[in-house]
């Protein structure tokens, strides 16, 4: 089966901890991003990447860092010094190039610091 | 003025209703027009996308574009419960499909 996986889909941590959360896709996408969604927000770009060892810091990336050392995999570390970590993540990867590719998403991971 | 602006909801209709779900947005670059939808605890799929302005029709859901008027809309026609979900618009200006601009997302209950 083709497709994106998240885990885990829940994750509890206290606070002053780093996290890190995992994405892996096996649709041989170049593209791969993170998205944070909070209650009644849209999806929000904190990071994305169009190759491997190579990323770009979207609209709130601050707080986070990621990797990308393999093109199947993407992981997002939530640091100690994002102010409010709590929020539901969501990976999504696509094609690139001119035109119109979809970005498939993950299921979310659901993060609650306290 | 934020860059894309959706009506917050939730909307609730009767099975078989009209729906239109809409969007307006600032940025004249905007080129590629997209509608996500998401069920509860999931992650967003796409449902449609249209490029410019104009009329794109699939089934039960039509999106039309009004570049001139920075308004895009998502019908849905004769509703179903099972199209219950949230419905986020996303846009972008290069294809390139690096960074869409989504809006906030409508809730939608289709009440059997």
């Known amino acids: 089966d083709g497709g994106i996986t998240q885990s885990p889909k829940y994750l509890f941590r206290k606070e002053g901890q780093n996290v890190t959360l995992s994405c892996e896709q096996n649709l041989n996408h170049d593209a791969m991003y993170w998205y944070r969604q909070d209650p009644g927000q849209g999806l929000r770009l904190i990071y994305y990447s169009q190759i491997v060892n190579d990323f770009q810091k979207g609209d709130i990336a601050e707080g986070y860092s990621v990797s990308r050392e393999k093109k199947e995999s993407f992981p997002l570390t939530v640091t100690s010094a994002q102010k409010n970590p709590t929020a539901f993540y969501l990976c999504?990867?696509?094609?690139?190039?001119?035109?119109?590719?979809?970005?498939?998403f993950g299921p979310g991971t659901r993060l609650t610091v306290t | 003025q934020k860059e894309v602006e959706q009506d917050p909801g939730p909307l609730s209709v009767p099975e078989g209703a009209i729906v239109s779900l809409n969007c307006t947005y600032s940025n004249s670059a905007f080129q590629y027009f997209m509608w996500y939808r998401q069920y509860s605890r999931k992650g967003p799929e796409l449902l449609m996308y249209?490029?410019?302005?104009g009329n794109k029709e699939d089934g039960r859901f039509t999106a039309q574009v009004d570049k001139s008027s920075k308004y895009i809309s998502l019908f849905i026609r004769d509703s179903q419960p099972s199209d219950s979900a949230t419905y986020l618009c996303a846009m972008d200006d290069t294809g390139a499909n690096s960074k869409l601009t989504f809006g906030k997302g409508i809730t939608l209950s289709v009440r059997p």
């Open positions: 999504a990867s696509s094609m690139v190039g001119t035109g119109v590719y979809e970005q498939y």
């Open positions: 249209t490029y410019s302005s």
